[in-house]
Structures are given as C-alpha cells and as structure tokens.
C-alpha cells in the first residue's frame, strides 16, 4: 500500500559529535572517558571517524543536494569546557559557530544535543551522573549554550539516558564498563532525568524563542508467550528498566505505582538501593509539561521469556551473527521468534515496534506534544562497488519503518519528523567502523564520500512524498 509523508514532515539525517567529528585532541578539546577506554578494551578508535570537524562543509553540502532538510548534530561537551566546567576553550565556540553558520548557509536545521554519550572525562572519572555535582556542571553548561548559540532553534539536552546508564552498569560496554548493578543503572538514569529538567526549566524560564526535548532509545518489549503470566512480567520488568521509568520522569514528574513496585522487586533480587530527593522531584514535575518534543530513537523490539537462572550478557561487537546473548535474573531473557529476521549484530528488525511504541506514548503520556524519530537506521557490512553501495536492504528498511509511522500519525499520533542514522557512515562506539549506517559512504582512509543507492532513494522521497 502506498502512503505519504505529511507535506510539512521533516526529513533528517543524524550524526553525534564523538562518532563523526574525529579530531579528538585538537584545538583543545579534552579528554573523554572514550579515548582510554577504547585503548583499553577495543581494536580501534574515534579517530578520525568521519573527520566531521573538518569535513562538515561537504556533508551539509550533500544534505542541499540531496534534499536533508535538517541534521541531528551534538556539541562535544568537552570542546566548550575541557573540565567539564571552568576555563572555556573558545576555539571549541568558533568551530560550533562555524558549523551552524554552514548549516543555515545550506538551509539545513539543524537540532543540536548537549550530551551524546561523551561527558567530560574529569568529571566522567568523578562517577559521571552518579555524582550530583556533574547535574550541576551540566546545567551549567547548558546555560552557556543557550546564551552562546542563539542561533540554534531546536535543544536536545541527552541522547539515550536509557543505554547510557545500561551500557555503564549493566552491559559494561561502555565506560567504567561495569556490569550487572541495577541500583547503578536506575541512579544514573534518574540523576540524568534531573539534569534534563533542570535545563528545561532554565531553558523555559529564560524564554528563548526556540524548542527543547530528550531524545530516549525506546525498544519495544514483548512477551516471548504471550499466555504466559511469567513471560509478561518479564517483559514489564525489562520494560521498566529500559522505558518506563524514565518515560515517568518526563511526562509524570514522578514514578507511577507500577513502575516504582517493578523497581522495587528488581533492587530486592539484586541489592541497592535509590537516592531520590525532594528536590529531584520537584524539578520532574516542574518541567514534566515543558518539553516541546520527545525524539525517539528506535532500532529494535525484544521478546522475553521469564528467567531465574544467573545473569549473562554478552555484547555482540563482531557481526558475527548468534553471538550475543542477554539474560538477567528475576527478569527473563530476550529470545525472539524464529521468523523475526535480525541483523548481523543480532538487532531484531520489528517495524511494528516502532508503531507499538509511538502509540504506547501517545496513549500513556498524553502531555507528549509532539515527536520526531531521532534515529533509525540499518547497520550493515556494505560492500563497495564502482564508487557506490547497492544497498536496497537498507532502502528496504527505512521503507518498512516510515511506513509504521505513517499508520501511527493516521491513528491519530503527532509525528513530525524522521532522522535517519546516520547522514554518513560514522565510528560505532563498540562496533567500530565496519559496521556502516550512512547514506554516504566514508572512505575512512581518504575521508571522501559516495552516495549509496538509498541516498538516491532518499532524494527522491524528499521531493514527492511517496513511500513506495
């Protein structure tokens, strides 16, 4: 069935600061907990990624042609206050001004996040958000960006506060790369919640003319038996950890009976317990009916089986397909059905999650005013041929999940834009750089582009609308 975008809807392209600029220790940007942790525990590193930092004139100058009408880009927190906060580094300033200067040249919008993932290592080194005083050196610099960079009419202040604090505690993949302490994952979580309301509410009252949100990662959780009490809970349970609590604290103020007693049943199996203050809450609900859009980043569903025996994830950085594997006491393990098609990184492909989810917001959250799809997109081992890659799995792809969208504004949801991840290939944090998503490939020796298939095939859906 064919359908049609919205004539106003947004087309985008979405990048992160860390991922594509490269240029990690130049013009006195500090360090993040990335540079060593990579050198560390991986075979590569963000440099030079994408050589955004350099390269930026030429893929703003692709968006023009190709019809990209806006870019995700995030400032690296440590480019402005290699600190984290204290001396300002204003050759980080000029490169971020230069940036947008560009964008607008191109008529390209952009939407701009605070934090993508890369803290300050001073501060990250300190316990990162389970430190209160980082909520406050991140309000801060959010103060400065909002007063430095008038020029930007769309604030992101997180991108997924959900992996952050799962890649941190539970998974490990990410730096300090601890494993497996849920009361760690819930803090971080709700510290970060905290600092997004705060720079909400400072943003608000100040009265800038533009918009502010969150970008969450939101995987759409199914019981693997959906007759069976023990797998639902299961998937009730893994959605508290990874959806619900933290939609709560943006369009709540608070953690509903269900999800406060899901948390609790979790930090009983696996010891902890939660700091949160009279305050936190009054900057939750202060700001729960401020934010002027939600970006959802949605790549995967899950399905969940009820599980007791001891926990194991194991994290698949290969693209060896069946390696990965995740499963956590007293909450189930992901096991989905055999005709669910899945990626070589063993990511589900499940459009109607994307649906599911929309809905899920919609309905649940009803002072939600709007939302963008902030990333999706299909990591894929592309093979590059006479200057171009043939990827129509991808097209494929993007194609399945717009349409989902589409049937979710018709019933009824306001969705206003779609961001693919990502513009260009780019560095994957713990995949490195086989794994590519972009509608330009990056030669990474030369750091030249070529469009792909689907780059064409995104051109064309800028210009008539048609999902085909």
Known sequence: MRRQLPPDFILGGATAAYQAEGATCVDGKGAVAWDQFLADNYWFKADPASDFYHKYPVDLA???????????????????????????????????????????????EPFVTLHHFDTPEVLHSAGDFLNRETIDHFVNYADFCFQEFSEV?????FNEIGPIGDGQYLNGKFPPGIQYDLAKVFQSHHNMMVAHARAVLLYKQAGYAGQIGVVHALPTKYPYD???????????????????????????????????????????????????RPADFEAL?????????????????????????????IHNGTGEKGTSSYQIRGVGRRLAPASIPKTDWDWIIYPKGLYDQIMR??????????????????????????NTVQDAYR???????LAALVDAIKDGAQVEGYFLWSLMDVFSWSNGYEKRYGLFYVDFETQKRYPKQSAYWYQKLSEDRWID
């Open 361 to 386: 917001v919609t309905k649940n959250y009803p002072n939600y005013k709007k939302i963008y799809i902030t990333e999706n997109g299909l990591g894929y081992k592309d093979k590059f041929v006479q």
């Open 62 to 108: 692709l968006c023009k042609e190709f019809g990209i009408q806006a870019i995700r880009i995030s400032i690296a927190w440590s480019r402005i206050f290699p600190q984290g906060y204290g001396e300002l580094n204003t050759k980080g300033v000029e490169f971020y001004h230069r940036l947008f200067k560009e964008c607008r040249r191109h008529g390209v």
């Open 285 to 313: 609900e202060a700001a729960k009916d401020l934010n002027d859009f939600l970006g959802i980043n949605y790549y995967m569903s899950d399905w969940m089986q009820a599980y007791d025996g001891e926990t194991e994830i």
């Open 395 to 401: 097209i494929d792809y993007i194609r399945q999940h």
């Open 153 to 157: 009419a769309y604030w992101t202040t």
């Open 226 to 276: 959906p007759s069976s009490p023990a797998d639902i809970r299961a998937a009730e349970l893994e959605d508290i950890i990874h959806n619900q609590f933290i939609l709560d604290a943006t369009y709540l103020g608070h953690y509903s009976s269900e999800t406060w007693v899901g948390v609790q049943e979790l930090l009983k199996i696996h010891g902890g317990q939660l700091d949160l």
